[in-house]
Nanobody, 125 residues
């Protein structure tokens, strides 16, 4: 089993930055892929960014150039640095992990079996 606990959400004005954290415990070493997803009210959950065990990263077009996903293996923590925030970034953000993700599907919700409880990000204009 793997447990994921997000933190770092909050309210920010457009143009500012936030850093989300996801503390991982359990069978951490088995997790090949980790990712951040978000879900805005009335919308489907969508992939934001993902990182695999070799360090390769993938970003959704909507955040490319503004967000950075990275992990600190010593702290078993996944991060999402979000810069130049926009009101459309407002959503609940979820951390996810799995020990296998099919090629080309790394930002797909249905590829991940472990999820955190989410942290809210609200961006005002």
């Amino acid at each position: 089993q793997v447990q994921l606990v997000e933190s770092g959400g909050g309210s920010a004005q457009a143009g500012r930055s936030l850093r989300l954290s996801c503390a991982v415990s359990g069978y951490v070493n088995n997790m090949i892929a980790m990712a951040w997803f978000r879900q805005a009210p009335g919308k489907e959950r969508e992939g934001v960014a993902a990182i695999v065990d070799d360090g390769a990263t993938t970003y959704a077009d909507s955040v490319k150039g503004r967000c950075t996903i990275y992990k600190d293996n010593a702290k078993n923590t996944l991060y999402l640095q979000m810069n130049s925030l926009k009101p459309e970034d407002t959503a609940m953000y979820y951390c996810a992990a799995d020990d296998w993700v099919r090629p080309g599907r790394i930002l797909r919700v249905d590829e991940y079996g472990y999820w955190g409880q989410g942290t809210q990000v609200t961006v005002s204009s």
